[in-house]
T-cell receptor, first 113, second 113 residues
Framework: DTAVSQTPKYLVTQMGNDKSIKCEQNLGHDTMYWYKQDSKKFLKIMFSYNNKELIINETVPNRFSPKSPDKAHLNLHINSLELGDSAVYFC????????????FGQGTRLTVV | AQTVTQSQPEMSVQEAETVTLSCTYDTSESDYYLFWYKQPPSRQMILVIRQEAYKQQNATENRFSVNFQKAAKSFSLKISDSQLGDAAMYFCALGGATNKLIFGTGTLLAVQP
């Protein structure tokens, strides 16, 4: 049983397209996150949701829109993709707010061509 | 602002030997957590060990242990009896009431047979 699962694992798309990444956790956690890992392996928070409510939006362009239909799911939709959006996107979850340990999905490698 | 610094971009260790990865951090919070995550080539982020700031005792998980020096804001990871499977990127991370993890830039560990 995968605790935090993301789909797809790989995504190659052209500039200007719109794409979505889905995430689901079966850990019963209240808090979910999206992190971005750039080409230098640097990891940075993008969004945090607690019980479907947006808690953190870390100055991410509004082309990125997270959606949490329930506390087990957090999806990321990206409009008008740009070359600079190429990165690995990680979904993660934690038991509650306050950044106890986060459990990560396997990541989605997004390549914009 | 919270920061995490890993000053060793790359390290190398012989199989069966011991290696220590360094991490320093800065935070104004009194209640926080520190983590080490491992990212092998598969890119999965794996939690290695966690330390609560209020605990004086250093955390240990099998061959992995930390040296937590709160006054110095230092949190190093010691890997004993290194194995080939330990080769990976290691990230130090800081969490707390801000509800997000702040990551260091990572240390790439190579294990020589």
């Amino acid at each position: 049983d995968t605790a935090v699962s993301q789909t797809p694992k790989y995504l190659v798309t052209q500039m200007g397209n719109d794409k979505s990444i889905k995430c689901e956790q079966n850990l019963g956690h209240d808090t979910m996150y999206w992190y971005k890992q750039d080409s230098k392996k640097f990891l940075k928070i993008m969004f945090s949701y607690n019980n479907k409510e947006l808690i953190i939006n870390e100055t991410v362009p509004n082309r990125f829109s997270p959606k949490s239909p329930d506390k087990a799911h957090l999806n990321l939709h990206i409009n008008s993709l740009e070359l600079g959006d190429s990165a690995v996107y990680f979904c993660a979850s934690s038991k509650r707010q306050g950044a106890t340990e986060a459990f990560f999905g396997q990541g989605t490698r997004l390549t914009v061509v | 602002a919270q920061t995490v610094t890993q000053s060793q971009p790359e390290m190398s260790v012989q199989e069966a030997e011991t290696v220590t990865l360094s991490c320093t951090y800065d935070t104004s919070e009194s209640d926080y957590y520190l983590f080490w995550y491992k990212q092998p080539p598969s890119r999965q982020m794996i939690l290695v060990i966690r330390q609560e700031a209020y605990k004086q005792q250093n955390a240990t998980e099998n061959r992995f242990s930390v040296n937590f020096q709160k006054a110095a804001k230092s949190f190093s990871l010691k890997i004993s009896d290194s194995q080939l499977g330990d080769a990976a990127m290691y990230f130090c991370a800081l969490g707390g009431a801000t509800n997000k993890l702040i990551f260091g830039t990572g240390t790439l560990l190579a294990v020589q047979p």
